[in-house]
């Protein structure tokens, strides 16, 4: 059986499968997160949205089972690659509670997981607890993602816990302050380790299962030589999971600096954890035959003023689809714009730089399969 066929018989048999048990399983960044008792409109939304997929059409079947909400663009560290640290223009804020929760109530029975954060540091919004408790309400898995350096508060910590937070992602990329603060500017590394053990501790204090704590090292060129140490000091930590990802720079800033040759500065010698494929002479990314990337169809990225975008790579609201201050989730996701952006995918265009060039464009700059290198998962007795 040729591959196609066969993805798509394995996809058949998922489906079955799924409306028989009404039970989904879905990874992201290696971690398997299981559905139970899912009510049937959202499996048959989530059947809709996969198989218009095949064919990627300019007006969608379904509505997203996925979406990237910012709660805040303020962040108290300067990373390297990230806009915050210079680039970008947009103005500065937390999401409004009544917006999300807004947001929430319109599309929240289709939705699988969030992922609530894109630029900046999440837990700066004082209300993204309430946030996460009431996305749980409708059986939604979230994800959130933080430098650290907050979680010595322990009132903030046990507000995350008792919220029903899945999955909290500490990017820590260095096992020394020497190493870490090359990328994590006005980091210290031992705040962010702090706040790691202060999370664990509470957790199991608590009794809960939740959060999953996912340490991630990002791999670079300057800090690569200490992924031998770094199982060691998860586990010590108290830590679920430790996930080693390959440096990526998912910045739009058109052709010129696409991001996959921007990245190359920092890519590690260990082509293991390189992101990028690059051709014979080591600094020239290969294109891939087309661009992957799904997100039109399934997975919005929602900036925290209501600004809907293509993806988390749209930093500066260059390619805004809508404002759900202004319209409903259904005009903006049927709308014109969303409807001419996914057009510009599909035909390849090469006036579309943002679709282009970004980093799904690239071999091995995919966000679907290729996003995590390695992943160890801890057992705390």
Not at 27 to 51: Q, R, S
Not at 358 to 369: E, F, Q, R, T, V
């Amino acid at each position: 059986m040729k591959k196609g066929k066969k993805n798509i018989f394995l996809k058949s048999r998922e489906a079955l499968l799924s409306l028989a048990t009404r039970r989904i399983s879905m990874t992201c960044d290696a971690i398997p997160y299981v559905f139970e008792n899912v009510p049937l409109k959202k499996i048959i939304n989530w059947l809709k949205v996969e198989t218009s997929l095949l064919g990627k059409p300019d007006r969608p079947w379904g509505w997203p089972t996925h979406l990237q909400v910012e709660p805040s663009n303020r962040c108290n560290l300067r990373c390297v690659l990230c806009p915050l640290s210079g680039e970008m223009q947009r103005s500065q804020g937390h999401m409004d509670i009544s917006l999300f929760r807004n947001l929430i109530d319109q599309i929240g029975d289709f939705l699988f997981l969030i992922l609530l954060w894109d630029w900046g540091e999440p837990f700066l919004n004082p209300r993204i607890h309430e946030m996460i408790a009431y996305a749980k309400r409708k059986g939604i898995k979230l994800i959130s993602s933080t430098n650290g350096h907050l979680f010595n508060n322990l009132k903030l910590a046990d507000r995350v816990i008792e919220s029903g937070l899945d999955t909290l992602i500490f990017a820590v990329d260095g096992v020394s302050q020497e190493t870490y603060e090359k990328y994590r500017k006005r980091g210290r590394l031992e705040t962010a380790l702090e706040g790691v053990r202060t999370l664990a501790t509470r957790k199991r204090e608590l009794g809960s299962s939740t959060p999953l704590i996912n340490f991630r090292f990002i791999v670079m060129r300057h800090n690569e030589h200490e992924i031998p140490s770094l199982k060691e000091l998860a586990k010590s930590l108290g830590v679920d999971v430790l996930t080693l990802n390959p440096c990526l720079n998912n910045t739009y800033r058109g052709k010129e600096e696409a991001p996959a040759k921007h990245a190359l500065e920092l890519a590690p010698e260990n082509h293991r954890y390189r992101r990028f494929d690059f051709a014979g002479n080591g600094d020239t990314p290969i294109h891939a035959p087309s661009n992957p990337c799904k997100s039109l169809w399934n997975a919005p990225a929602i900036h925290w003023d209501g600004k809907v975008c293509p993806c988390t790579f749209d930093y500066d609201d260059r390619f805004v689809l809508g404002d759900l201050k202004k319209e409903t989730f259904e005009e903006v996701w049927r709308g014109r714009a969303y409807r001419r952006m996914r057009r510009m995918l599909r035909q390849k265009d090469s006036v579309n730089h943002f679709c282009n060039e970004c980093s799904c464009a690239y071999k091995g700059g995919s966000l679907i399969d290729e996003t995590i290198a390695e992943a160890s998962f801890f057992v705390h007795t």
